[in-house]
């Protein structure tokens, strides 16, 4: 019996381990996605073809094939995968596992060719965060004959490394969690062979310990299993919140924070900076924070403080005494400026609403004053809308980054501007949106989301001075490379 390590797996381990990064650099964090499984037909020239996973270009998969008669057969990968190691239990059972980083592109499922007649099982899951240049830090097969399959130790050597283990056995049968890790696939043939994946986070360097798993059936059986380390993807810059999606590095800022590139070098990079959005008063909705995107901003190596706007506070109805919705803060990163949301006019006072990255919307006022709707910041956000003239109280809507608000009517509030949706995070999020103004009737404030910088919305008039506009949403930060 032997264990084999291809020549290719042994090359990338030498690599991924050579390659040290100095200074402040921080390791992202590997998450996985739902594995994708299969059983072969049992045909002269054996295939296994598994579908793809939910992937996203830049995300790495990893996949295991269990083949029945070991080391006597050949397996052909699909194009593109790289194989980390293969484990032969004599003839008795191959283990091989394989790695490839998914591109735009991928077909909807991947096979294996075996060169003779045998059956194989196999599963593949995907990551996103792995380190695609150089994913697999290291690698170790063992082989047994019993009721316990147990992987070797092996040795990570950064923060941060997803650990899997995998085991296969030639007979039907399962395979219990090993201590501590989580359940990828368990899968068997009918009358073997089987196979199983396990993971678990190790978030500091060192030794990872033998995993232990117990085959069932209380029967000794040839297996073979491996212990793969998955490096993480080096991050070149700190601060935020890191995160990756689709090949990219992204750092989110909800606070003020420093964002560092002075130990790895300048790089091109989008960021998204928006203000926060302006607070609501009574009839005025707040307007949305100053919106600035780029797509290509250059950042040096160096440190840059990071500010976060809050969002403006409400406008309130106490008494007789009425108050305007405030600004939001500023959002400041290197030389974009994020102007934050215009506050709403208050109805009683009958005010304008007030400039900002998006101007608030004006205040109604019942003896017919149109009161006006603020500016926005050229090339940020847009205008409020005013308040109705008709006497009928109906305030403006905060302007948005994505268009004015609209006007006050005889008989409802106006409509707050539109936002713009931007997906840098990861996921489409519409930010710097304005709120809704409102009048004599409508339904209560609504905050606007933290972390969006949208305008708080209008509260209508309480007669009994017990009304309050809705907070505007903090700003945000993101930037991505």
Avoid at 100 to 110: F, G, I, L, W
Avoid at 159 to 187: H, I, Q
Avoid at 236 to 243: D, K, S, V
Avoid at 442 to 469: I, K, L, M, Y
Wanted: some cysteine; proline content about 2%; glycine content about 22%.
């Amino acid at each position: 019996m032997r264990i084999g390590i291809s020549s290719k797996a042994s090359l990338a381990m030498v690599v991924a381990t050579s390659i040290l990064f100095i200074g402040a650099v921080a390791f992202a964090a590997i998450v996985s996605g739902t594995s994708t499984t299969n059983i072969s037909s049992y045909v002269t020239i054996t295939q296994l073809t598994i579908n793809k996973p939910t992937v996203s270009a830049g995300d790495m998969m990893l996949a295991s094939i269990a083949v029945k008669d070991g080391s006597v057969v050949n397996v052909i990968p699909p194009s593109g995968w790289t194989q980390i190691a293969r484990t032969d239990n004599g003839v008795n059972i191959a283990l091989i596992s394989y790695w490839k980083v998914a591109t735009a592109s991928e077909p909807t499922t991947y096979t294996w060719t075996i060169d003779q007649q045998t059956k194989a099982v196999g599963g593949i899951t995907p990551y996103s965060g792995v380190d695609t240049a150089n994913p697999i830090d290291t690698v170790a097969g063992n082989i047994g004959l019993g009721t316990l399959a147990t992987t070797s130790v092996i040795t990570t050597s950064v923060a941060n490394e997803e650990v899997v283990a995998l085991y296969a056995t030639d007979v039907n049968r399962g395979f219990s969690t090993p201590t501590g890790m989580t359940a990828k696939y368990n899968l068997a043939h009918t009358g073997g062979p089987s196979t199983a994946a396990y993971e678990i986070l190790q978030a500091t360097a060192g030794t990872a310990s033998s995993r232990s798993s117990t085959i069932t059936g209380n029967r000794a059986r040839n297996w073979a299993a491996q212990q793969i380390a998955l490096r993480p993807a080096p991050v070149y810059c700190t601060g935020g919140t890191i995160t990756t999606s689709g090949g990219l590095t992204i750092h989110t800022f909800t606070a003020d924070e420093t964002f560092d590139c002075s130990a790895t070098g300048g790089k091109t990079a989008s960021v998204l900076v928006v203000g926060g959005g302006g607070g609501g008063a009574t009839y005025g909705g707040g307007g949305g924070g100053g919106y600035i995107y780029d797509a290509s901003h250059s950042v040096a190596a160096q440190a840059y403080s990071v500010t976060v706007g809050a969002g403006g506070a409400k406008g309130t109805h106490i008494g007789s005494v009425l108050t305007d919705g405030s600004n939001g803060g500023n959002s400041f990163f290197d030389t974009m400026n994020a102007v934050g949301g215009g506050g709403g006019g208050s109805g009683g006072l009958g005010n304008p609403g007030l400039n900002g990255g998006s101007g608030g919307g004006g205040g109604g006022y019942n003896a017919g004053v149109s009161a006006s709707g603020g500016s926005g910041t050229a090339g940020q956000g847009n205008s409020g809308g005013s308040a109705s003239g008709s006497g009928s109280e109906y305030g403006g809507g905060g302007g948005g980054a994505g268009g004015a608000g609209s006007n006050g009517s005889g008989s409802s509030g106006g409509i707050g501007g539109i936002g713009v949706g931007n997906s840098i995070s990861g996921s489409l999020v519409t930010y710097a949106a304005g709120g809704a103004g409102k009048g004599a009737t409508g339904a209560t404030a609504a905050n606007a989301t933290a972390n969006t910088g949208s305008g708080g919305d209008a509260s209508p008039f309480d007669g009994g001075g017990g009304s309050a506009g809705g907070d505007g949403g903090s700003g945000i930060v993101i930037i991505s490379y």
